[in-house]
Each structure stands twice: as C-alpha cells, then as structure tokens.
C-alpha cells in the first residue's frame, strides 16, 4: 500500500525567502504525485503534477516540485514566497494502478512573515 | 470549461438526524467522481469514488453511503448522524483514472 509522509506539519517563513515543502512517498512502484493547495474554507487547488517524462515539473503561482525516484522524494520549492502563499499544502500519490484514487500526506501549513 | 458545485457551503445538524450533499459536475460526461472528507488537523480521507452510473465503491466503513443517480450528479447521504460524522466533506472529480481530481469547495459539516 502507498503512503505519503509530509515533514513538518508548519512551515514559517519570511516573504521573499525560498519556500521548500518535503514530501516522501512510499509505493511498490512510481506513482503519479500531485501538490494541492488549500486556502481557508475551500476545496484543494492543483499546483502542479507529475506523471511521466521530465522529473522536474512547473506548476502555478511560481512554485516546482522535482521527482527524485531514488530518493522517493516530490518536494515542492518556491524561490521567493509571497504573502499570497500563505496556505496548506498537500502532496498526493496515485498508484497507476489504482481507479485514480488518491493518498494525501496529513498537509503542510505554510505561514508567511512579511 | 469544466465546473464543480457541491452544496450547502455550511450545514449544522442535530445528532441522529438524516444528511444529503450533493455534488454535481458541468462540461464534461462520464467522470470519475469521489467523496473525501477532511478532519480537523487531520489530511483527506477519500470515503467513496464511482467510475459510473450506479458504480459506487466505498473505502472505509462508515456510517455513510454514496449514490449517483445521474452521469454527473454524486450524493453523500446518512439515515442518522453521529458526531464523528462532522467536518469538512469535499467533492472531486476527475476526466480518467490517471488524471488528476479536481475538488469542489466543500460543505462544513457540524454535528450538535
């Protein structure tokens, strides 16, 4: 079975500073990984995903992810945060197997500082 | 474009009383269609997806169950709430299995 670990449950930084989310997965074989963004009282917004080809990936809003498969890592970076980012993040394995279910890692709040 | 509508936004309701969510898709047939539901300080936990009309698979035993009466149309019912019952429900849809889901805005769900 996959499982998602996101490494700290807040992240702080200032605005203008680089922003990395860490997300590890665990699955038999590699999985599709997406980055979900959540606002206050809303449902997820895709930031970007990965499927196939180039391991490093764009996504909306100027943030990128890079799939390391040895490592079994898709963290999320941002080189300048702006307050705007200010949310909780999500990273989500789908096993290309599965009916496109998903597994979400426990989410990531980000609290930017101006 | 494809759109997602999940309602009511908010909703309180007395333990033991009966629950309907409805969620509904536009600009797109045939979608894969799932309920989550998300916990306080806790991640998303997916309670039922449905490849079909009338295809309904549930992940987790539960006092809930799903239906989908039309192609685009997916509902979220209980005959009697208990209060671990509350949260925050979320609707996804996607276009195929490999393709990523795309979420609605959520019903608030209180339990009293």
């Known amino acids: 079975a996959q499982s998602v670990t996101q490494l700290g449950s807040h992240v702080s930084v200032s605005e203008g500073a680089l922003v990395l989310l860490r997300c590890n997965y665990s699955?038999?074989?590699?999985?599709?990984l997406f980055w979900y963004v959540q606002y206050p009282n809303q449902g997820l917004q895709l930031l970007l995903k990965?499927?196939?080809?180039?391991?490093l990936v764009k996504g909306i809003n100027g943030f990128e992810a890079e799939f390391k498969k040895s490592e079994t890592s898709f963290h999320l970076t941002k080189p300048s945060a702006h307050m705007s980012d200010a949310a909780e993040y999500f990273c989500?394995?789908?096993?290309?197997?599965?009916?496109?279910?998903?597994?979400f890692g426990q989410g990531t709040i980000l609290t930017v500082h101006p | 474009s494809q759109t997602i509508h999940q309602w009511p936004a908010t909703l309180v309701q007395p333990v033991g009383s009966p629950l309907s969510l409805e969620c509904t898709v536009e600009?797109?047939?045939?979608?894969?269609l799932y309920w989550y539901r998300q916990a306080a300080g806790r991640g998303l936990q997916l309670l039922f997806y449905?490849?079909?009309?009338?295809?309904i698979s549930s992940e987790v035993p539960q006092n809930l169950s799903a239906s989908r009466p039309q192609d685009r149309q997916f509902i979220l019912s209980s005959k009697k709430l208990l209060l671990s019952d509350s949260g925050f429900y979320l609707c996804a849809w996607s276009n195929s299995v490999n393709q990523p889901q795309h979420f609605g805005d959520g019903t608030r769900l209180s339990i009293l």
């Open positions: 699955s038999s074989v590699p999985p599709y």
């Open positions: 990965y499927t196939t080809g180039a391991t």
């Open positions: 600009g797109t047939s045939n979608p894969n």
């Open positions: 989500a394995v789908m096993p290309v197997t599965s009916y496109g279910k998903l597994t």
């Open positions: 449905s490849v079909g009309i009338g295809q």
